[in-house]
């Protein structure tokens, strides 16, 4: 699988995990895990030299984030939401920049 595919499946996932969250996030909790440990495995084989220079610097800043949201103590139903429409933002920001791998 290349890049372009791992980084496209990685979205679908950020999508799936920010809908089961918005959802709801207590009920959907064992899924939501089971995906974010996919994104992880598709993160960590992910050739980042091969990676363009301008994808790089928006794969860069989603690491970033993403490191800190999957960290996230989530407790109150507003946050619960900020965090989907984050997990969202950032599959539809992956899949819109996939382009320029």
């Known amino acids: 699988m290349n890049n372009k595919a791992k980084i496209l499946d990685i979205a679908m996932n950020l999508n799936r995990v920010g809908n089961l969250a918005a959802d709801n ?3 959907k909790k064992k899924r939501i895990d089971i ?3 996919e994104i992880n495995e598709y993160i960590d084989s992910i050739d980042k030299s091969s990676l363009s220079k301008p994808f790089k610097k928006t794969f ?9 949201l999957e ?12 965090w989907a429409e984050k997990m969202m933002t950032w599959g539809n920001i992956l899949t819109h920049r996939a382009r320029i791998i």
Request: aromatic residues 18%; without cysteine.
């Open 25 to 27: 996030y207590e009920k």
């Open 71 to 82: 960290k996230e103590n989530i407790k109150t139903q507003q946050e619960k939401l900020y």
């Open 35 to 37: 995906f974010l440990e």
């Open 60 to 68: 860069d800043k989603f690491l970033e984030e993403y490191l800190l």
